[in-house]
């Protein structure tokens, strides 16, 4: 029997993950040269000597009044940054945009946890800086028990949860920006932020006390709510696409251990349904590494992260672009792993190996494998987000985490859907049929790892990196084409 309500709102506190966003300052920048003179040797081997991920920056520096340039970053937090602009341009999202996709008649769901008092205000400013069309923007709750925390910028963690809700929604305008914006916010009581959002590191999925079965229950309270409230956002907007900025470790909900979760699998239909009807679903990877620590202790433990685990999810893992001041990349895109995280991936234990997975059956074995694909969401060399609730002053500020690759994904949906003039829904095939053409947009990813006892990219499919990047300028006429 099922838990009440008040009961599972409690359980999902110790189970939920939400995917915070880190700001980078103190992190240093760890993966390389930004200075144009680098080569792809010097990337790799930076990369492969980066930093533990679970270090943390130890103070938030003041934000940039104005949008500042990469050596301005450099110069004041030890790392270089780059303006949404110039990342629009090295995945060749700025050719789309010339050529009239915009996303204009699209809608693009971003389903967080946290949401700011001033993201309308901070998305107005930040479209204005960019010399964007004027925003369409919904903030949606989803609140089914009554009970949301009201925001407090001053509680680190929620802010820390509000900067990944900013880089979110305003990734989703710089890419597609006649697209409407839709943010769905998952109503936590207060004591379930608390934990959930715990300040001191990432959050614990089992906590001190907790047993296998609150484990479990919390796990799937959980899960009902991110599918309730998915199916909620399908009714009320028909989206284009969804993405989904936080997950649950398939290790929680199997009660803190390597069995299979019953209770996700279950999902699997409603999931598929969703997608059948033409939505997109898109969920980051995670950004504790291949490894969270997550076991008793807090010892690392290998797990995926559901509901990017689902065969009908598209799981977007995080990379590192590598720019010069003027946005010319002075290397390969590299896995994401720094002082401030790792992309998550791996092999579900839940999940077969989808028919779109046989060509990798190699890596995947008979699992479902995640990532697909890896965009930037690199906390080293962040985009710059306008942020205006921070304590130490309204103002721009890179940001990075996994929950960073998924809208860039989901945007470029809807500039596919755009050009073909309907809902893509499942792109699994095309993507990994397009990954086969060298000229079909996909670009493989080589460099890097994600994080302790994780996985390396190498040639072609890998659990660090999915199938790699894309250029958007290729791939996104070719998923149009593919679906007419």
């Known amino acids: 029997m099922a838990a009440p309500l008040t009961k599972r709102w409690c359980l999902l506190a110790t189970a939920s993950v939400a995917t915070l966003t880190v700001t980078v300052p103190g992190c240093g920048d760890v993966a390389g040269p930004e200075t144009g003179r680098a080569a792809a040797p010097a990337v790799a081997d930076a990369v492969r000597a980066s930093a533990s991920p679970s270090a943390s920056p130890s103070a938030a520096p003041r934000p940039f009044?104005?949008?500042?340039?990469?050596?301005?970053?450099?110069?004041?937090?030890?790392?270089?940054?780059?303006?949404?602009?110039?990342?629009?341009?090295?995945?060749?999202?700025?050719?789309?945009?010339?050529?009239?996709?915009?996303?204009k008649g699209r809608t693009v769901v971003v389903y967080e946890e946290v949401v700011p008092d001033t993201l309308n205000r901070d998305l107005e400013t930040f479209s204005r800086a960019m010399k964007l069309p004027k925003p369409d923007l919904a903030v949606d709750p989803y609140d089914p028990a009554g009970r949301d925390a009201p925001f407090d910028p001053e509680n680190k963690a929620m802010a820390e949860a509000a900067v990944e809700t900013t880089l979110a929604v305003q990734t989703v305008h710089m890419m597609a920006p006649d697209a409407k914006i839709v943010v769905t916010r998952i109503g936590l009581p207060e004591a379930a932020r608390r934990t959930v959002l715990a300040p001191s590191g990432p959050p614990r999925s089992a906590p001190r006390g907790e047993s296998a079965r609150e484990a479990a229950e919390g796990a799937a309270a959980g899960a009902e709510l991110i599918l309730d409230g998915i199916g909620e956002s399908v009714h009320r907007y028909t989206p284009d696409a969804i993405s989904i900025g936080f997950g649950i470790p398939e290790y929680t909900a199997a009660g803190n251990s390597g069995e299979p979760a019953d209770d996700l699998e279950e999902l699997s239909d409603p999931l598929a349904a969703v997608?059948?009807?033409?939505?997109?679903?898109?969920?980051?990877?995670?950004?504790?590494?291949?490894?969270?620590?997550?076991?008793?202790?807090?010892?690392?433990?290998?797990?995926?992260?559901?509901?990017?685990?689902?065969?009908?999810?598209?799981?977007?893992?995080a990379s590192r672009l590598h720019l010069d001041d003027t946005g010319r990349r002075t290397g390969p895109d590299t896995v994401w792993r720094d002082r401030a995280g790792a992309t998550g991936g791996g092999t579900s234990k839940i999940f077969a190996r989808p028919d779109y997975q046989d060509r990798v059956s190699d890596v995947v074995d008979e699992s479902r494998g995640t990532c697909d694909l890896s965009m930037d969401a690199s906390a080293s060399g962040g985009t710059l987000t306008?942020?205006?609730?921070?304590?130490?002053?309204?103002?721009?500020?890179?940001?990075?985490?996994?929950?960073?690759?998924?809208?860039?994904?989901?945007?470029?949906?809807?500039?596919?859907?755009?050009?073909?003039?309907?809902?893509?829904?499942?792109?699994?095939?095309?993507?990994?049929?397009?990954?086969?053409?060298?000229?079909?947009?996909?670009?493989?990813?080589?460099?890097?790892?994600?994080?302790?006892?994780?996985?390396?990219?190498?040639?072609?499919?890998?659990?660090?990196?999915?199938?790699?990047?894309?250029?958007?300028?290729?791939?996104?006429?070719?998923?149009?084409?593919?679906?007419?």
């Open 275 to 317: 997608v059948a009807g033409g939505t997109t679903l898109v969920a980051e990877a995670g950004d504790l590494g291949a490894a969270p620590p997550i076991g008793p202790g807090g010892e690392r433990v290998r797990s995926v992260s559901w509901p990017a685990s689902d065969p009908s999810v598209l799981a977007l893992g």
């Open 386 to 484: 306008y942020q205006g609730f921070l304590p130490e002053g309204a103002g721009w500020m890179p940001a990075g985490g996994a929950d960073g690759a998924a809208p860039v994904f989901a945007a470029l949906v809807a500039l596919a859907n755009e050009r073909a003039g309907s809902r893509l829904g499942d792109i699994h095939d095309a993507l990994y049929a397009l990954a086969r053409d060298p000229k079909g947009g996909v670009v493989d990813i080589t460099v890097g790892n994600n994080g302790p006892d994780g996985f390396e990219a190498t040639r072609g499919y890998d659990l660090a990196s999915g199938l790699g990047t894309v250029d958007a300028s290729v791939l996104v006429p070719k998923l149009a084409d593919a679906a007419a």
């Open 65 to 103: 009044r104005r949008m500042p340039t990469a050596a301005e970053c450099r110069a004041r937090l030890g790392t270089a940054c780059h303006t949404p602009d110039l990342v629009r341009t090295a995945y060749g999202i700025d050719k789309l945009n010339s050529a009239g996709l915009t996303g």
